[in-house]
């Protein structure tokens, strides 16, 4: 089947101007994650998604990154008013968080990324 | 939260040389492990993973064996090939949950020469 998918694969923008960014999960993964990596910060978590909801926004670095996740499956990452240090390649992955025994466990499946450039 | 630590690189091979990539974790509970490897110009693919202590995970030849007692997972191939050239990342569930958001090593940076 399909793996994730992410559009557009290279976004260049301007400093101040807002981006949109898109995530199509693996169909029937409930759980979707957003990740950044950067040459100085490594592979950094910014959000993650049960279903429609949520539940971990610890990693957004600041008012300016916002993500929804909508039917459960396609999910947009919005950074506004992007700064230099926003460039970076967004990574999103998704899962089926399963139960082995009585421990949860998933394993992510990644997209190929966005590069995003703000000049 | 859990967290990894991963052997620092880059790491320069001849081909059919045998590798070994270490990774030491720091964790509550049992989570599972893994190994993800990113080529050039790619994204991340997962390339093997561990889901309890004494746990074997392998692909492509590639092998890592989830030790509790040395909280190791070291990532080993007997003969590499130019095509295995790509960054490493050694990963664990954060934040003392056994499934979730993925805390990363800095990544290892291989380069195998013909």
């Known amino acids: 089947g399909a793996g994730v998918s992410q559009s557009p694969s290279n976004k260049v923008t301007e400093k101040g101007k807002d981006v949109e960014l898109r995530c199509d999960p693996i169909s029937g993964h409930t759980a979707l994650y957003w990740y950044r990596q950067s040459l100085g910060q490594g592979l950094e978590f910014l959000i993650y998604f049960q279903g429609n909801s949520a539940p971990d926004k610890s990693g957004l670095p600041s008012d300016r990154f916002s993500a929804e996740r909508t039917g459960g499956s396609v999910s947009t990452l919005t950074i506004q008013r992007t700064q230099q240090e926003d460039s970076a390649v967004y990574l999103c992955?998704?899962?089926?968080?399963?139960?082995?025994?009585?421990?949860?466990?998933?394993?992510?499946?990644f997209g190929p990324g966005t590069r995003l450039t703000v000049l | 939260g859990n967290s990894v630590t991963q052997m620092e690189g880059p790491v320069t091979l001849s081909e059919e040389a045998f590798l070994t990539i270490n990774c030491t974790y720091t964790a509550t509970g049992y989570p599972s492990l893994f190994w993800y490897v990113q080529y050039p110009g790619e994204g991340l693919q997962l390339l093997l993973k561990a889901t309890k202590a004494d746990d074997k995970g392998s692909n492509k030849g590639f092998e890592a064996t989830y030790r509790k007692e040395t909280t190791s997972f070291h990532l080993e191939k007997g003969s590499v090939q130019v095509s295995d050239s790509a960054v490493y990342f050694c990963?664990?569930?954060?934040?003392?949950?056994?499934?979730?958001?993925?805390?990363f090593g800095q990544g290892t940076i291989l380069t195998v020469h013909p």
């Open positions: 992955a998704s899962s089926l968080i399963r139960t082995l025994g009585s421990i949860p466990t998933d394993t992510q499946y």
């Open positions: 990963a664990l569930p954060s934040g003392g949950t056994s499934y979730g958001k993925l805390t």
